[in-house]
């Protein structure tokens, strides 16, 4: 009970003004362990970062997952489309398949055809929806 308290903590500091209390909990879950019992911590603390403009900690924290899943795929590439840097977006996910070896869901095409809208890249914003076409048939 008392760990869906600091999840439901963390999501209502994804606003800017936020930030600190943010950052405050993150520092108080690791220093009492409880991470250790949040298996979706680390995707809720990268959606709040990103929502918060701190890239750079939701990165951080990105590199620092052993086992990456689609919903902390999903998670960075929200958070670099909302950093305005669609470009990376895309770098990461052929990453995202070579080195994960993870097959993308409709979480990770929404992103990708966000971050193809925001750099006018119609033609791979095409090849990505034929390709999810074929994934979800």
Do not use: W
């Not at 520092?27 to 403009?53: E, F, R, S, W």
């Not at 914003?125 to 999810?132: E, S």
Request: charged letters at 20%; one cysteine or more.
């Amino acid at each position: 009970m008392y760990k869906d308290i600091y999840m439901y903590r963390i999501k209502q500091c994804s606003k800017p003004r936020l930030s600190i209390q943010g950052k405050s909990l993150h520092a108080y879950v690791i220093k009492t362990g409880l991470d250790q019992h949040l298996p979706l911590y680390p995707n809720t603390l990268i959606d709040m970062y990103g929502k918060c403009g701190h890239l750079k900690d939701a990165v951080q924290l990105f590199d620092e997952i052993p086992d990456r899943d689609l919903a902390s795929s999903a998670s960075i590439f929200t958070a670099h489309n909302q950093a305005n840097f669609s470009s990376q977006t895309l770098f990461l996910f052929s990453h995202m398949l070579s080195r994960d070896g993870l097959q993308p869901d409709h979480f990770i095409f929404a992103s990708l055809v966000k971050a193809c809208a925001c750099l006018s890249a119609l033609k791979l914003g095409l090849q990505l929806h034929a390709q999810f076409e074929r994934v979800i048939r």
